[in-house]
């Protein structure tokens, strides 16, 4: 077709100068390019216009793609819209002049191109739309993935950091307790130190009490009536005296000489008592109202001066001596059974405080010292916990004394 329009566009006096042949081929030409540029334009408006919605920059691209191939498919385009204004009205007269069929004639395929051409671009655009949402997918896929990663990552270390803090928590929370736990035990065993060393000294005091107790008892006890040697001791069977205050210094001075027992008939066994003074009558019985203070606080034994007073029963002297008073020289024994007998008035006294003394052993003589009313032995007994001297708690000796097998009359 040698009449194809050029790139440059054809100045209108051109075509009014060209020969009348020239002139409408020219024209028809122009009319189906006209046609062409109208469908070009139409598709790519369409195509725009559909895709205008599109935001995305792979959609921007597929614009100016489409663009090319809209502007691909009419390349008469630009050209043609610049002849068109002017052959347009001559057109209809050529469509009056002659037949439609040139005129019709290109529009199947033009037709056909448009379809091509828009299922090219549909195709391309799904293809794209396809390619950009698999990338996309893929991309927030492998986002997604990363950040997942990442996160997990981050957690995992958070974890680890978690588990290595908890640990050194836990560390430091049993070293504390083993800390704490040996100071309460160096406390513990400094408390049981403490309470040993305590014990112990008690263990000591205890032990040197008893010592004393002991060796006091050893002392005072006295060896049975049936033991053939004097060594045999009946230690704490004799329960320790209490010291009088009054009375009490001769305690200290007590002779530790144990009085050699002679083997006389005299002597009693345990089981039996013996007269304080064999054979002498009661002069005065227990209780009896008379000169003394309120009552008589014992028995009267009546006796010469210088008459052997013996012991009743075995037992400890507690005191020996005179301190002053109404008793005068006097002896306090006390005996197995707890009792205490006390022999007063005497003119001497044959013991000492703290010896042993056996059933029927001399302890002293009779006389009148103290308040005394003529030579006699004024016998009182004290039962136990009662302190000798404690005069009116004294108790009736005459019962006492039938038990041990003496009677008075
Ligand atoms: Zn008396």
Do not use: C
């Not at 090219?120 to 794209?128: F, L, P, T």
């Not at 990442?150 to 800390?179: F, H, S, W, Y």
């Not at 005459?398 to 041990?404: A, D, G």
Request: proline fraction near 5%.
């Amino acid at each position: 077709m040698s009449p194809k329009p050029s790139e440059h566009p054809v100045p209108r006096t051109l075509i009014a100068a060209l020969p009348h042949e020239e002139r409408r081929g020219w024209l028809r030409h122009g009319l189906a390019a006209l046609a062409i540029s109208a469908l070009g334009l139409a598709v790519a408006g369409s195509v725009s216009l559909t895709t205008s919605a599109e935001t995305t920059s792979g959609m921007a691209g597929l614009d100016t793609r489409l663009e090319q191939v809209a502007g691909s498919a009419t390349p008469s385009n630009r050209s043609a819209t610049t002849l068109g204004a002017a052959p347009q009205t001559r057109g209809f007269s050529v469509a009056q002049q002659g037949s439609t069929q040139p005129f019709e004639r290109p529009d199947p395929a033009v037709a056909a191109a448009d379809a091509r051409v828009r299922a090219a671009v549909v195709k391309e655009r799904a293809a794209q739309r396809a390619e950009d949402l698999s990338k996309t997918a893929e991309d927030v896929t492998r986002a997604t993935r990363d950040a997942s990663s990442k996160v997990r990552e981050k957690n995992l270390a958070a974890t680890d950091r978690q588990i290595r803090e908890n640990a050194v928590r836990i560390a430091t929370e049993r070293r504390k307790r083993a800390i704490a736990a040996r100071i309460a035990a160096e406390y513990e065993r400094k408390r049981a130190e403490a309470a040993a060393a305590a014990a112990a000294a008690q263990a000591k005091a205890t032990a040197s009490a008893r010592t004393e107790a002991a060796a006091e008892a050893e002392s005072s006890a006295e060896s049975s009536a049936e033991s053939s040697t004097t060594d045999e001791q009946a230690s704490s069977s004799v329960p320790d005296e209490e010291a009088s205050p009054t009375r009490s210094p001769s305690r200290s001075s007590r002779s530790s000489g144990r009085s050699p027992m002679a083997d006389s008939g005299d002597i009693s066994s345990s089981s039996r008592g013996v007269s304080p003074v064999p054979g002498a009558v009661i002069g005065a019985h227990f209780g009896q109202v008379g000169i003394w203070a309120r009552y008589h606080t014992g028995l009267d034994f009546r006796a010469g001066q210088g008459t052997p007073i013996r012991a009743v029963k075995s037992g400890v002297v507690l005191y020996a001596g005179n301190s002053g008073n109404w008793a005068g020289n006097h002896v306090a024994v006390k005996h197995r059974d707890g009792m205490t007998t006390m022999s007063s008035h005497m003119s001497s006294m044959a013991v000492s405080a703290g010896q042993n003394v056996r059933a029927g052993q001399v302890i002293g003589y009779v006389g009148q010292t103290g308040r005394a009313f003529g030579a006699h032995l004024h016998f009182e007994l004290y039962p136990q916990g009662v302190k000798y001297g404690d005069l009116y708690r004294a108790i009736n000796p005459s019962p006492w004394l039938s038990r041990n097998g003496v009677y008075t009359r």
